[in-house]
């Protein structure tokens, strides 16, 4: 087990590469360039053409990217060309605000979602399950922005019992994550459904319920362990996306995270930051599905990694 | 994109006072002393490095904790703030201040003119960024005379200098704590100013906090000491529905309103709805440069199509922008009613008869041809913003009206900067902020057409004009400088004035006595919170 988390950390490198010079070449695409971004618009030409030698920019774009590999071996990311701050020590402000929030949501939605799909396995066929499965539906329907907002105004503006923006206190964390919780929790609690149901088909089961085993016991040691395999996939896929659809609620509860810093880096063409935000959401979302694989084994003792 | 440099919204103004300063009676002073106000921020201020940034979330900042050596009075005069007085030399070339005395910076080191030519000469070394960059290039010395007598020396006259002179860019920093922080000050603030940096929270909140040894308030204010609010905080909220909930939840106390929002704190006791203009003006432009725009008749034609007014009332509700005749904004030095008679006010009959002169014939359709043959179909270009996509379909359905199919780009501001160099767009729609008159030489010169002169108009005529205006110190004919540029502008057409906006600011009923300035900002040294 050791030596395969060893060997998929080493693949991460080639992949990092690889994603870092495919963020080079998009960056370059974009029209616009960060020395006439950061000049304004009542700069002259001559101005524009300073900063833009004084980041480097007039050098060939592999020249650009040697360099960014030179720093990088130092163990720099570079200096944001907007705040003049290491790209590092800005993501570092920013990442463990986001992580809290992805997490967060990685927890409420896989509770939440576990719980909706048994509920409406259990209850196969029955009202409980179609409105448990409706309300899935609706989960899975409404946009993120909707009930951020309606949020707001229910529990914020008319209960007033949380914030409306910041991360400044243990109430600011509730209604961000469970906005971004809904729309995955819907997912894992169809996926739990089907899962479910095909488990319940097995003779394992009916083993375990002939063997005079409490239902909850049958429900939960026997049919969920094995049901969860299909689950925690969706889990490491999905944390990838809460990274990412963290920014809308990022930007809609005013939190400090990594997503609206990535989105203005890519406004102000801020190339060391975009490269920085980028490199910080791949290994996430590599660490993250690592660690579904490894949770693959501690489900199915049948899964061994050499 | 327009940008506010000379007076940000809400930023605080000060004024210079002649007279020895009267700190106001001490037990008024301490029963006023409290409480904090919070702002809205879109983004965190890029820096605090006040000669790295273009930033108007950073200007603002700025605006608190440093103070240049002259500010604009209220009736746009110059005044002294950290100067006390000057004076400049025959040939205009040379200007020596007499700085303000007793001053500190809140690192507690003394201001004085080593102080001003440390800064100014930082700015030159460093402030490629800063929108006063070129204003230092044409100084080419500094000299610290004694401990408070500071002189600088110019390539040629310049008349805005005292314009460039008192932005909030042209703070003076504390040489001790630039020095200290080995000249990196992207999170460091120490300066002159009523508020000092208490706190920067990245992607959260700044925290300023009342600077107590204030002691050098202008006269234009009651109180002469520190300011009564102990803290003022910029939240960082980008989306405008937030915002709003925000302020109605009491999480913010200041928020600028759009005009949907104008009735609902129009009418609520919690609030308070201040008015104040900007120095600034949202045009239509033509690539001049290319043709067909290189036409002035054409350019002329298409003026004529636009209705200025309609675009105040359906986009603004005739509440937050104000229709505009001539370049330089009724709120700017060097706006002149006598202009009124040049401008090219709507008259879609004399548009459509003026496009069919020139050979641009409308067909079955109603829609119009180039001479040769070629379907009419200009392309604007402009901000991805809220109102200036309304006002480009108010534009398309106004041209519309007159037979010219006009199709509407709006990109990022990135790329919409880069785009106009290249001659990419046909008509143009944005913004300038420049409370000067030579705002000619930024947005409409020769000099500027591969840069911020967005519709690439060159003018031999208007180039004189615009470098007459810039060494001209005698301020009436300065003037009349303006007065000519302006009405040659219009006659020419590279632009189509369309209005000034006007902001409308919502305050907590909680602050009392905040001055309403007569354009350009409230002004809050005298402002205290009922407790």
Known sequence: MFRYVLRRLMLAVPVLLGVSICVLLMASLVPGDPATVLAGDTASAEQVERIRRDLGLDQPIPIQYLRFLERLAHGSLGESTRTHREVLLEITDRFPYTLALALGAVVVSTILGIAMGIFAAVRRGRAADYLTMGIAIVGLSVPTFWIALLGIIVFSLNLHWLPVTGARSPQSYILPIFALSLHSAAVKARITRSSMLEVFGQDYLRTARAKGLRERVVLLRHALKNALIPISTIIGLQFGSLLGGAFIIETIFGWPGIGRLAVQAIFNRDFPLIQGTVLVGAVTYMLANLAVDIVYAWLDPRIRYS | ?531
């Not at chain 2, 359709?365 to 001479?371: Q, V, Y």
């Not at chain 2, 369309?498 to 006595?513: E, F, I, Q």
Request: glycine share 6%.
């Open chain 2, 1 to 531: 994109m327009p940008r506010l440099l000379s007076v940000v919204p809400l930023v605080f103004v000060v004024a210079a006072s002649c007279g020895a300063p009267a700190p106001a009676p001490a037990a008024e002073t301490t029963s006023k002393v409290g409480g904090s106000v919070t702002f809205v921020a879109m983004t965190d201020p890029d820096t605090l490095d006040l000669h790295q940034t273009s930033n108007p979330v950073s200007s603002t900042i700025f605006g608190w904790i440093y103070e240049p050596l002259v500010y604009q009075d209220l009736d746009n005069s110059y005044k002294g703030l950290l100067a006390e007085s000057w004076t400049v030399s025959p040939d205009s070339k040379t200007i020596t201040f007499k700085l303000r005395g007793g001053i500190t910076f809140t690192d507690g080191s003394p201001f004085n003119a080593e102080a001003v030519k440390f800064t100014f000469e930082r700015l030159q070394r460093l402030g490629a960024k800063s929108p006063i960059f070129e204003t230092f290039k044409n100084v080419t010395s500094m000299e610290a005379k004694d401990d408070l007598t500071f002189v600088m020396n110019m390539k040629d006259p310049y008349a805005p200098i005292f314009h460039d002179l008192q932005v909030s860019y042209a703070g003076i920093l504390s040489p001790k704590t630039v020095r200290a922080a080995n000249d990196n000050i992207s999170r460091t603030a120490i300066g002159t100013g009523p508020y000092s940096l208490k706190e920067f929270q990245t992607g959260q909140q700044i925290t300023l906090e009342r600077n107590p040894g204030y002691k050098w308030a202008p006269a234009l204010y009651q109180n002469r000491g520190a300011p009564y609010v102990q803290e003022l905080r910029y939240r960082v909220i980008a989306e405008p529905a937030t915002q709003l909930a925000a302020l109605d939840a009491g999480e913010v106390d200041v928020l600028g309103l759009r005009a949907q929002d104008l009735a609902k704190y129009a009418n609520d006791a919690r609030f308070r709805v201040y008015d104040s203009f900007t120095f600034g003006l949202t045009y239509l432009g033509f690539d001049a440069k290319r043709p067909p725009f290189d036409n002035a008749k054409l350019r002329a034609a298409l003026a004529r199509a636009v209705n200025k007014a309609e675009i105040v009332q359906v986009v603004f509700e005739n509440k937050l922008a104000k229709a505009q005749c001539c370049p330089i904004a009724e709120s700017i030095q060097g706006y002149d009613t006598r202009l009124k008679e040049f401008e090219l006010t709507f008259d879609p009959a004399r548009a459509k008869a003026e496009l069919e002169a020139l050979g641009y014939k409308a067909g079955a359709d109603g829609l119009r041809t180039m001479p040769d043959g070629k379907p009419f179909k200009p392309v604007l270009y402009t901000t991805t913003s809220d109102t200036h996509g309304k006002i480009a379909t108010l534009l398309q359905a106004q041209l519309k009206g007159v037979g010219v199919d006009l199709q509407v780009k709006q990109l990022e501001s990135g790329a919409l900067l880069a785009a106009t160099p290249k001659a990419e767009h046909d008509l143009y729609l944005n913004g300038y902020s420049w409370n000067e008159p030579d705002m000619f030489s930024l947005f409409l010169s020769c000099d500027r057409v591969t840069s911020s002169n967005r519709v690439l108009y060159c003018n031999g005529d208007l180039e004189k004009l615009i470098k007459a205006g810039r060494t001209e110190l005698d301020q009436a004919r300065r003037m009349q400088i303006y007065y000519d540029a302006q009405k040659l502008t219009m006659q020419e057409a590279p632009w189509q004035p369309l209005y000034m906006p006007v902001s409308k600011t919502a305050v907590n009923a909680k602050v009392l006595d905040l001055k309403q300035g007569q354009a350009g900002g409230l002004y809050w040294h005298d402002a205290w919170l009922k407790k």
